[in-house]
């Protein structure tokens, strides 16, 4: 009894024997070309907090905290008395999607933040 599979094992083997034909070539990049390219850096954004008169200091300080890496409550309370004297402080620079990400985490917290390029 001849299976379908044996058929095409069969076939298979016949049709690897029967390579003709030249040996594909490999082409490689050229590398020296490409070492004039330099990558564009992401231009910065500000996030700007902005003085709203409804929060105390702590609520600005500890969202601060939470949401913008490596900002110390000595920092973050900085950035609060700068936002209750002058009305605004930067409070992070990032590319445009880190900054929109920023923006939107503090705007969750009741803050009111824009963002600009730097």
Do not use: N
């Not at 690897?16 to 390219?37: M, N």
Request: with cysteine; hydrophobic share 35%; aromatic share 4%.
């Amino acid at each position: 009894m001849i299976f379908e599979s044996d058929m095409m094992r069969d076939t298979c083997v016949g049709m690897r024997a029967e390579r003709t034909g030249p040996t594909p070539t490999i082409t490689r990049p050229d590398l020296d070309r490409d070492q004039g390219v330099v990558p564009k850096a992401l231009l910065p954004y500000k996030v700007v907090v902005l003085d709203c008169q409804c929060h105390t200091f702590d609520d600005v300080e500890i969202a601060l905290c939470r949401v913008i890496p490596g900002m110390t409550r000595d920092k973050a309370h900085q950035h609060a008395w700068e936002v209750h004297t002058t009305g605004a402080s930067v409070v992070a620079r990032a590319p445009k999607e880190r900054a929109e990400h920023f923006q939107q985490q503090l705007s969750a917290r009741g803050l009111r933040v824009t963002i600009e390029p730097d």
